[in-house]
T-cell receptor, first 114, second 112 residues
């Protein structure tokens, strides 16, 4: 089966612009997760969906960040009014929904803010 | 105190040796434990997961869990240069899925 797909792979934008990333999970996976990773650190949780329901959102996530999964399939993560500190790798993962199933990651979207 | 702690390394071992990677966690209610391998510039790749106390073996990899000591480890036998990567320990608090809490990762270097 195909893995988690993320688009774009790289995004370079100017500070203050809005950006949107897309994630397509593994087809039979109902859970979808977004993480952010900066150099030298482990991934940091942002938010997670079970089907179309957003079940948890990190308290560290500013209101400039929003995520959707309208039909329970692909998801989008939007960052409004980007700041230098938003530069990071944005990772999407998916898993099955029975118990604590392992999460499988996509290749990520690397965001660079100029 | 960080929720999940790992030595950042680098840990250097000769080819063919056993590499031992360690991780401690602070939440005693944690139920599920995962090891990911991450090559430079790439995304994390699942290596092992373990839910019960004791050892779990998969090929050259063995995960060890001690919930009383809040400690999980990964042993890599017959280490190869291709094992050189950052190894991330991740913890899930419940047993119903949800977010993973990651350590900062341990960089492993296997010298030929």
């Amino acid at each position: 089966d195909t893995g988690v797909s993320q688009d774009p792979r790289h995004k370079i934008t100017k500070r203050g612009q809005n950006v949107t990333f897309r994630c397509d999970p593994i087809s039979e996976h109902n859970r979808l997760y977004w993480y952010r990773q900066t150099l030298g650190q482990g991934p940091e949780f942002l938010t997670y969906f079970q089907n179309e329901a957003q079940l948890e959102k990190s308290r560290l996530l500013s209101d400039r960040f929003s995520a959707e999964r309208p039909k329970g399939s692909f998801s989008t993560l939007e960052i409004q009014r980007t700041e230098q500190g938003d530069s990071a790798m944005y990772l999407c993962a998916s898993s099955k929904d029975r118990g604590a199933q392992p999460q499988h990651f996509g290749d990520g979207t690397r965001l660079s803010i100029l | 105190q960080k929720e999940v702690e790992q030595n950042s390394g680098p840990l250097s071992v000769p080819e063919g040796a056993i590499a031992s990677l360690n991780c401690t966690y602070s939440d005693r209610g944690s139920q599920s434990f995962f090891w990911y391998r991450q090559y430079s510039g790439k995304s994390p790749e699942l290596i092992m997961f373990i839910y019960s106390n004791g050892d779990k073996e998969d090929g050259r990899f063995t995960a060890q869990l001690n919930k009383a000591s809040q400690y999980v480890s990964l042993l890599i036998r017959d280490s190869q240069p291709s094992d050189s990567a950052t190894y991330l320990c991740a913890v899930n608090r419940g047993n119903q899925g949800g977010k993973l809490i990651f350590g900062q990762g341990t960089e492993l270097s296997v010298k030929p």
